[in-house]
């Protein structure tokens, strides 16, 4: 069974600062997805990256893919309040496996 | 306005009864899927479904059936079998398997 980790499982961090998520997982996947959830709420798409290398850009957020390191990464730039949430990678192996999630609060 | 609908958003039941969540798309899609989340916890897979009346189970479908009757609707049942049935479910679709897949809102069970 494919693992995925995400690593750091909380993160606080203040207005203006950057940080990086990391997305690790244990088999060969070209596909690999990050969603946003508000509490409560369902999951929104942020990115899709389908091979290796594959850099994706929205706003003050950016996604990597490293398929032979098995890694993603969910890097922020100068947060800000807004981007407060839970954020899940998920990778496609036949089937989408999600990491268990990280928990950002960004505090003013 | 394309989209999944889910219904409804709260549930709740007693101990021993079945319970049928509704999930439905007019976005085409030909593969729709169950998942359930738990307090603090990634999404895991219940069933999926390629096609109309095909489906198939994933990781944690025990206490749980489904069925695709029609193309834009996937219900799913928690049977009474289903041990620990309060969570959050999200059912989803995509183009077809292998695609990026939407998310609906999601219906919160709660079994007491």
């Known amino acids: 069974e494919l693992k995925v980790e995400q690593n750091p499982l909380f993160l606080s961090m203040q207005e203006g600062k950057n940080y990086t998520i990391y997305c690790n997982y244990s088999t060969t996947s070209d596909r690999l997805y990050w969603y946003r959830q508000d509490p409560g709420k369902s999951l929104e798409s942020l990115f899709v990256l389908l091979s290796n290398g594959a850099v994706k850009q929205e706003g003050r957020l950016m996604a990597s893919l490293d398929t032979k390191a098995r890694l993603s990464t969910l890097h922020i730039t100068a947060a800000v309040h807004d981007l407060s949430a839970t954020y899940f990678c998920a990778v496609d192996l036949n089937q989408f496996y999600f990491g268990t999630g990280t928990s950002l609060t960004v505090i003013p | 306005d394309g989209g999944i609908t889910q219904s409804p958003k709260y549930l709740f039941r007693k101990e021993g009864q079945n319970v049928t969540l509704s999930c439905e798309q007019n976005?085409?899609?030909?593969?729709m899927y169950w998942y359930r989340q738990d307090p603090g916890q990634g999404l895991r897979l219940i069933y999926y479904s390629q096609i109309v009346n095909d489906f198939q189970k994933g990781d944690i479908a025990e206490g749980y059936s489904v069925s695709r009757e029609k193309k834009e609707s996937f219900p799913l049942t928690v049977t009474s079998a289903q041990k620990n049935p309060t969570a959050f479910y999200l059912c989803?679709?995509?183009?077809?398997?292998?695609?990026?897949?939407?998310f609906g809102p999601g219906t919160r069970l709660t079994v007491t």
């Open positions: 989803a679709s995509s183009r077809r398997r292998g695609y990026e897949q939407y």
């Open positions: 976005l085409n899609h030909d593969a």
